[in-house]
């Protein structure tokens, strides 16, 4: 098993016991990520935040709630 695979199973058995703290942290890191691009990537990168959570844990959909104030500039670009 590559250190990858090792590493994935890990992951996975951290966030079967945690998935709220899961959540969060892709939360945050979309959010991050969402104000370096300047908002204009916003739809994707949190699709894949959406992603993540409901591989790894957490709830899907709620970015709306931690980055409330940065969705609302990013939704009219596209």
Request: net charge negative.
């Amino acid at each position: 098993m590559s250190f990858f695979d090792q590493a994935k199973d890990k992951i996975q058995e951290l966030a079967g016991k945690n998935p709220d703290k899961v959540g969060e942290g892709v939360d945050k890191a979309a959010d991050f990520a969402d104000e370096k691009t300047g908002g204009s990537h916003g739809d994707q990168i949190h699709q894949g935040a959406d992603k993540l959570k409901e591989r790894f844990g957490g709830s899907g959909d709620d970015h709306g709630q931690q980055g409330g104030p940065q969705q609302g500039g990013d939704q009219g670009g596209q």
